[in-house]
């Protein structure tokens, strides 16, 4: 058997993913459906083409190579990864505020903090019947103290859902 002189064997070839449109009618590829994807030589480059059974019409002129392929279903978007450089800066605004509203917010943040080792627990003291933990940041920020807020698992839940939502609006508008 005869190679093409044209591709050799030995180069590695680098073809785009699936495409999200048929090449012949524009139209989208439905998630679960079946296509045809082929490989043609345009200019002297291997291009890959996607096509939907309705745009099929035959492999076009120049087709390397052909197969046929399910288009994958849409994969949920991943949430985000929260910064904790971000969450810090975050934190220091609420604990320079001081606002009572918002002493709840702060405490899950601080929670989220000493999860991610961006916080250090350096103790804890009791005045009257507040508690307050006593915190330090992990490059040295502090020291920090804020009021243990005793939640429970629904209402630290709730808080981290709000918490969420806020970053969520501020890297929206960075």
Avoid at 71 to 97: H, R, W
Wanted: aromatic residues 8%; hydrophobic residues 30%; contains cysteine.
């Amino acid at each position: 058997m005869e190679s093409d002189r044209r591709f050799p064997a030995t180069m590695d070839y680098h073809l785009k993913p699936l495409g999200k449109t048929c090449a012949a009618t524009g139209e989208p590829l439905a998630p679960g459906s079946r296509c045809y994807s082929v490989v043609v030589e345009e200019e002297g480059q291997l291009v890959r083409k996607d096509y939907s059974e309705e745009g099929w019409s035959g492999p076009p002129e120049g087709t390397v190579g052909l197969w046929r392929c399910q288009v994958p279903e849409a994969q949920p978007e991943k949430p985000k990864t929260i910064d904790p450089e971000s969450m810090m800066q975050y934190f220091e605004q609420l604990v320079e505020d001081a606002n009572p509203a918002q002493a709840r917010l702060c405490y899950v943040l601080a929670l989220f903090l000493l999860q991610r080792r961006r916080l250090q627990l350096d103790g804890s003291r009791t005045e009257g019947a507040t508690e307050y933990l006593q915190l330090s940041g992990s490059h040295g920020e502090g020291p920090y103290e804020i009021v243990d807020q005793q939640l429970s698992q629904d209402e630290i839940t709730r808080l981290q859902a709000e918490l969420n939502q806020y970053l969520e609006q501020e890297w929206a508008a960075a």
